[in-house]
């Protein structure tokens, strides 16, 4: 009988993070000061992260031990398994072999807390006492509160105001684990209250849930800030992911030739595929696709230039594709994937052509979501759709071809939390969004000019 | 360093269901009819129940063979864990050691599809087209719909108006999957539209919904019902839990001296339980304790007596501890435990002491559910949160007498629909019901009157 899950025992856990950046083809910008437009020092970063979350940012070392603490509480549900799709290889009648790495086995539900257990771990380690964080939907405010409670630190997470109150099952599950969930603006920062004073119906952004957050954790003597992608030190641990799955295909006999995910931040698809893109590099010819939405096509039709990580333009400055920092997405049900950025790494590897990127309208992400629940059982998040979308249409194009392409999917989440969206796609109440080219200039304008002279 | 998960290989699933009738310590009394009073025969099943199961409601073999078939899509989510539970070893400073057996892995987040499964299966080999079931808030009914979908057979559920209107969410998980999902009661059926007649705005019962469910299965050429717990053949279907955790034990080198399971129906905590139930009547020391609500005290306060098994008095007479068919419990949220009545072959075990029941108050329960999702970090439906207090009852005993006991849970499901229901715990809005004695006998007077002469 066919083996449906390849599963690793704990002891087969791998024991480091693998770091992309000595393996880059080109080198990586720095992060600059949004006042000076010098680039970013450590002590820069110090009031808001613990020092050795920002060595692991620049670090040029290759691999990064995993302390045992992580690794202990990495257990409670790792290794995950990485499934072999038969049936949905059936359904399409398909000769590709389709795999996907399942992190929706998670307390939370997704691969949010690979990296909220090893921040949470590195603030205890130096002292802190609390983190701060904000959180849209709650994806990641979620992961955060386990992590903070596992290791016995505060918790406060700043939720945009509206899907406070409009998606409160998040919110319950971050109260369940011991966080302090404010909706977010609120009276309790300066930010808040400025926002508030201009307009006291305001429901929020994450924009400025991340304004809140950071003014918390900068003035409280033994509070932190705890951010859940974009950053280099969040891509590296979710490269745990990537190891894994590189270890259960060599079980399997397998190498793949597709790798598909979604891009949101960029944490959860650089986590499967970063250890892959190594060997892309080193010379294997691997279709390594980021997939997003239309509705906020970052990598697909954004400017690669430097620009701010929020709204309010108080972050450090990225070298990125952006949208700009002003461009507000539509409310589509892939809330992780509203991000006007994405993670530095991820977009110079696009930039580069070794990621490709591809733009998918909700509703047929929804389609192949559903043909994915009928055949395999699982209901996916709508962000995780994204790249069963891509990866059925590889799949199909195998069938023509006759190709039998090994393609590995990043399961990065399942849809419980996401059933109201369900509802919208039964009834078909779902918009699919396609930007006018001015529209998207339009908020580009509000990017930065900042000088990139060479050999800075 | 420690492992947290006992896992199974999938060549290492069970291929055979255990089957407890021939090893019971007393003869199980046969259903009978609700007209004659005489024992059921297969004929009396035959309209609504396809052949083979209404074989295993009676077989006396002591094993049954899974299909492969099955075994193909058990393999979807099993074998499932089983954890140890460290942290809350030591959150508690007990010397016992605490396992829990994870069944919250499968793709509706119960033990539920285990039968589920099985059911579609051998309903599609006789023919059967479509089935017909009834839920309350949607656990059994997104099984059922998984079930079906797995082996293309048309499924209608009849969903209790109330919980339709009120938990979207599992209503949605069905129709995921396919299911066809009615508002009940209906104007479908003869049963639904006399109700209506009374009671335009009945918001519904399981009672309701049962009558539905059995009556267009029974006046439809191609259909046929399907129950979800109480029968003999689900509770054998079940037992694949247990044997796999006997199995996982053993790697562990242990043996259990404690087990407790939430009882509503019967079969979760039978699947568990009733492999190990075989190793208490052989001779070993093991306190197998059934957990159920106050709010529903069916194993400690019901007479063990026969009775309908629905409202309607349209089912066959089981010989089951009862709270009366007319009992109605209060509204609960653990609704998998609201059931006046319990699966036979529990109540035979706990008549005749091989195992003991505990009823327990909400509040205490929802407490043990929270220590559990801060140590463990995964949050349990308030079903499981029950067998989850009893065992955090029994470490503390264990913590005073010094004893290294082994208790195992049956983690039967996780919470992620169940939120509502935190969110009024976290508000001190849960009751804790008690009954006065007499308002049980209340309910207990309309228990038909059954000759039950021995030797029968």
Redesign the interface.
């Known amino acids: 009988?066919?083996?449906?899950?390849i599963?690793l025992?704990?002891?087969e856990l791998p024991q480091r993070w693998y770091n992309i950046q000595p393996d880059l083809p080109a080198p990586l910008a720095p992060p600059i000061h949004p006042g000076t437009h010098k680039p970013l020092t450590p002590e820069d970063l110090a009031p808001i992260f613990p020092m050795e979350l920002i060595k692991q940012e620049v670090t040029m070392e290759p691999w990064v031990e995993i302390p045992?603490e992580v690794?202990?509480l990495y257990?409670?549900?790792r290794p995950t398994p990485l499934c072999r799709a038969y049936?949905l290889e059936e359904a399409l009648g398909t000769p590709a072999r389709i795999y996907y790495k399942d992190e929706s086995?998670s307390?939370p539900?997704s691969h949010k807390p690979n990296t909220a257990v090893a921040q949470a771990y590195y603030n205890k380690q130096e002292g802190v006492k609390r983190l701060c964080t904000e959180t849209g939907a709650g994806q990641w405010g979620s992961a955060l509160a386990?992590g903070c409670?596992?290791f016995g630190l505060d918790c406060t997470v700043y939720m945009v105001r509206v899907s406070y109150e409009q998606k409160?099952?998040r919110k319950?599950?971050m109260?369940?684990?011991?966080a302090t969930v404010h909706p977010s603006p609120t009276n309790l920062t300066q930010a808040g209250r400025s926002i508030l004073a201009k307009d006291p119906d305001s429901t929020g952004s994450l924009g400025m849930a991340i304004s809140e957050a950071v003014e918390d954790a900068a003035s409280s003597e033994d509070a932190k800030y705890s951010l859940g992608s974009v950053l280099n030190h969040v891509l590296l641990h979710q490269t745990v992911v990537g190891l894994e799955a590189k270890e259960q295909l060599r079980i399997a006999g397998e190498q793949p030739d597709v790798i598909t995910g979604c891009v949101g931040g960029g944490s959860n698809y650089a986590g499967l595929c970063f250890p892959f893109v190594k060997d892309k590099l080193d010379g294997r010819d691997i279709d390594i696709i980021a997939c997003e939405p239309t509705a906020c096509p970052t990598l697909t039709r954004g400017a690669y230039r430097y620009d701010f990580g929020d709204t309010a333009q108080l972050t450090p400055l990225l070298k990125m594709y952006t949208l700009g920092h002003s461009f507000v997405p539509p409310p589509i049900h892939a809330g992780g994937l509203r991000y006007h950025g994405d993670a530095p790494l991820m977009c110079l590897l696009v930039n580069q052509n070794v990621i490709e990127a591809r733009a998918y309208h909700q509703n047929t992400v929804f389609d192949a979501a559903?043909t994915f629940?009928?055949t395999?059982?699982?209901?996916c998040a709508p962000e995780t759709a994204h790249c069963i979308k891509a990866a059925i249409d590889e799949a199909l194009k195998c069938k023509e071809t006759g190709e039998e392409k090994c393609i590995l999917i990043a399961y990065s989440g399942h849809g419980?939390?996401d059933?109201?969206a369900?509802?919208q796609y039964?009834a078909n109440e779902l918009e699919d969004y396609e930007y006018p080219q001015q529209s998207i200039e339009e908020a580009m304008k509000t990017i930065p000019v900042v000088d990139e002279s060479p050999g800075e």
């Open positions: 009988m066919e083996q449906v899950k599963m025992s704990e002891k045992d690794l202990r257990r409670l549900w049936r086995v307390p539900g386990l409670c596992l409160p099952y319950l599950l109260q369940s684990w011991g559903l629940a009928r395999e059982g699982k209901l419980f939390f059933l109201a369900y509802e039964f």
